[in-house]
């Protein structure tokens, strides 16, 4: 199955349409964020596409970097008709893959329901939440 799709880090390739209906509308992170914010971070990130063959886009993923220090996994979704076909797991592997991102010496990523999946790429949970910060902005 893995066969029929391929991975692509163009971003003229993105179907925006696609990527602002599921984060806006089924995404539990991202409800709500309007299209003027899903253009600017997709502009901002190196954001990963998966497609079928006939260039279909079934999936997507935005990573935050400096390509050296940190990178943080955000926004990683399949879509509905294509999620358990072991595409997370496609998509995934080309992230860590990627030549760009080979040296990056910590990752991170929050998630509800997916810590299986990145658990088979090295990721655990933290036992140093303290250290951990954040700032929320609301608008």
Known sequence: MQNSFFVS????????????????????????RNRNIIEKSIANSLCFGIYTREEKQVGFARIV???AVFAWVMDVFITDD??????????MEHIVQHPELREVEKWGLKTLDA???YKKFGFHNTTQSELIMEKIVLT
Do not use: V
Request: no cysteine; aromatic share 12%; hydrophobic share 30%.
């Open 65 to 67: 970097t400096d390509y």
């Open 82 to 91: 294509y999620r358990k076909n072991g595409l997370g797991k496609l998509l």
């Open 115 to 117: 810590h299986t999946l």
């Open 9 to 32: 880090t163009d971003k003229s390739k993105l179907d925006i349409d696609l990527i602002e209906d599921f984060l806006k509308n089924k995404s539990y992170w991202a409800k709500g």
